[in-house]
């Protein structure tokens, strides 16, 4: 059942193996899988339509492997710990067999609402159990999920229904974080108000607040599911059947919707998992992500449930109701392998080390990180202060089109070194690129990353639009996948991961395209034009500097920064607000009217003594006065 790598020199043997004959190395991992039907064939490819097929005609589904495997032999061990937003109340624990009782209950739910298989189906949801229920019982009975992270405003979820034409919608009255009781249902009405696609809302009910239901479309969770079979025939699908849309940013304005499949998506989840991971029957994991996000996807449900694992679940906040609720966490559910982001290290370091002081970690085995480049300083302080030393990082670079992790140590096995992502996976082929196409072979070289050869757990389409996803990742190198990633190689072989090299930036681990929040901000009537760009956070990695030319109109300049940081708030959600905004009398443009975005880099940076060559710009007097009112 295992496929867990245990030794450095295990892990060499079967890098070569995978790169040698990837069909049949994969294939070996496949065999370990229940499958309704084998595979004819194991892989179909190219990368210039892009056409890609893993274990062609195979026949499977995915919650089998999840719930029907694990039951005789692990029916009472916990599947999800679900730890609340208050401390102090109750938590909940699903077995295995509870799991499936509940998935079952549920896809019989969604049969008598008419969901089919292919149907797509939006989730809309806190961090509650049912979320991951939601995410199961869809891939159960062969519908398509699209779970939207719920901080997403009602304009940003409207358009993902639009785009993936969805029936069917699964969301919550209201959401607790933090301190604040957040309304979820509310903002699925109002995106819901200019459209007829949807017939049936699930309403999962966590803080009882008021919420109206329309007659004949809304209907409570904990009504639609009484009396339902706790038993339920999974639906067969084909390896290459749609398993999750999942929208992410790009360059250009629109998110798209990157499509996994059944087959090779959950090959790769549980893979990566295991090794990466080490996880060994009886460990406690801990993912701290949102379900919203690919890392919820692939490793709080699909990886550590195919595996047979324990995950915990938390509905909370980093620093609520104090900064020690993680250490907290990690001490009353004994957790052995924690995987969090960079920012909410960075968010906790702030506080020092007193909210530490209380809690032991000793049962501490693995850190994870993943999200953004981890800069040395916080590598260190998770490593001292919360690995006590002892605990390896395994700092894992991927995205949301890779569908699992791809560069990363194996926890224990590779030796780490600060904020390097050290070497790939077996069965990931890393090229590094220079600017005219060649690739750089050999150690101590630069460039943009590419993958050349396909993994079972790639991106297949955007959905509607393949061209797009062919242009966005397949055409800038021949031949190849692009990851809009830099990348260092060092001395050793080991992989730096730089960060973004296209117009999209990073903050606090979300992805943003700087033209999605430009879009957003010229939503205003005020504005005329402009321009955004990232700029180091201390806490958020990156932050979100705007410059915006606009008519004042009365407004003083305070007045007018916020209502554009409300209405962006308002357009896409609280993640893509403008953390600086400079009301500009022009913007830097060449003289073919391009704006030269790495001045305005430069200048939200503070490095206006490095601005480079500003002499093709049409008017370059409004550099000047860029610098002159820069936002500190
Ligand atoms: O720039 C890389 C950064 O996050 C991008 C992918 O974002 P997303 O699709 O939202 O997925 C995030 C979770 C997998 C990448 O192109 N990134 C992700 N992990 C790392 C990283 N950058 C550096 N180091 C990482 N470990």
């Not at 499958?35 to 005609?57: A, I, M």
């Not at 906040?317 to 966490?329: D, K, L, M, Q, S």
């Not at 600060?418 to 090229?431: D, I, K, R, S, Y």
Request: aromatic share 10%.
């Amino acid at each position: 059942m295992s496929d867990r790598i245990h030794t450095l020199s295990g892990y060499f043997h079967e890098y070569q193996k995978s790169v040698a004959d990837p069909e049949n190395f994969w294939a070996k991992i496949a065999d370990s899988f229940h499958w309704k039907k084998r595979w004819d064939k194991t892989l179909d490819w190219n990368f210039e339509g892009p056409d890609v097929k893993w274990f062609l005609n195979g026949k499977l589904n995915i919650t089998e492997n999840i719930l029907e495997r694990h039951l005789y032999t692990m029916g009472d061990k916990p599947a999800i710990i679900w730890e609340p937003n208050e401390p102090g109340d109750p938590n909940r624990i699903l077995t295995y067999m509870e799991l499936y009782e509940e998935v079952c209950r549920f896809s019989n739910v969604l049969v008598e609402k008419g969901v089919e298989k292919g149907d797509k189906v939006i989730i809309y949801m806190p961090m509650v159990p049912e979320a991951a229920i939601a995410m199961l019982a869809c891939a159960r009975v062969g519908a398509v999920h699209s779970v939207v992270f719920a901080g997403f405003s009602s304009n940003a979820l409207a358009d993902r229904i639009e785009d993936c034409k969805a029936k069917v919608v699964l969301t919550s009255d209201g959401n607790f974080r933090g301190n604040k009781k957040i309304p979820v249902k509310s903002v699925v009405d109002e995106a819901l108000e200019n459209t007829d696609l949807v017939k049936t809302m699930i309403v999962y009910q966590r803080t009882g607040q008021e919420v109206t239901m329309k007659e004949g479309r809304d209907f409570w969770w904990h009504e639609v599911i009484e009396g339902k079979s706790k038993s339920h025939e999974a639906v067969e699908m084909d390896s290459e059947d749609e398993l999750f849309i999942l929208y992410t940013s790009g360059s250009t304005g629109k998110p798209k919707g990157v499509v996994h499949t059944c087959g090779g998506y959950m090959i790769y989840s549980k893979y990566t998992f295991e090794n990466v991971f080490q996880y060994t029957p009886g460990d406690v994991y801990w993912c701290t992500a949102d379900v919203g996000w690919i890392t919820g996807h692939s490793y709080i449900v699909y990886g550590p449930l195919l595996t047979g694992a324990t995950t915990i679940m938390f509905e909370g906040v980093p620093t609520y109701p104090n900064p020690g609720r993680f250490w907290e966490i990690i001490d009353k559910y004994k957790v052995n392998q924690f995987y969090t982001a960079p920012t909410a290290i960075r968010a906790l370091q702030v506080h020092g080390t007193d909210p530490i002081a209380p809690y032991k970690l000793d049962s501490l085995k693995v850190l994870g990180s993943v999200g953004e480049p981890i800069n040395e300083e916080a590598w260190h302080w998770y490593h001292t202060h919360i690995g006590k030393t002892r605990c390896p990082i395994v700092d894992t670079w991927w995205q949301t089109e890779t569908g699992g992790i791809m560069v990363s140590p194996l926890a224990g096995i590779t030796p780490n070194k600060p904020a390097f992502a050290t070497l790939p996976l077996p069965g990931v082929q890393l090229a590094i690129m220079d600017p005219e196409g060649k690739e750089l072979k050999g150690n101590s070289v630069e460039g943009n990353l590419c993958i050349k050869f396909p993994w079972p757990g790639m991106i297949r389409t955007t959905y509607g639009d393949h061209e797009r996803c062919k242009q966005t990742y397949f055409s800038a190198y021949k031949g190849m996948y692009f990851t809009g990633d830099g990348v260092k190689r060092d001395h050793d072989g080991y992989y730096r991961i730089l960060g973004r090299v296209d117009d999209v930036i990073n903050v606090s681990g979300h992805r943003m395209g700087t033209a999605e929040v430009e879009n957003a901000i010229n939503e205003h009537p005020l504005v005329v034009e402009s321009a955004v760009v990232g700029y180091p956070h201390k806490v958020k990695g990156q932050g979100i500097y705007a410059y915006v030319i606009c008519d004042m109109s009365n407004r003083t300049e305070e007045n007018l920064t916020n209502e554009i940081k409300a209405s962006v708030t308002n357009i896409i959600g609280p993640i893509a607000k403008p953390d600086k905004i400079q009301i500009v009398p022009g913007l830097p443009k060449t003289r073919s009217g391009k704006i030269m975005r790495r001045i305005l880099r430069k200048v939200a940076e503070g490095a206006m003594d490095n601005l480079g060559d500003t002499s093709t710009l049409l008017d370059p007097d409004v550099v000047d006065k860029i610098i002159a009112g820069r936002k500190e």
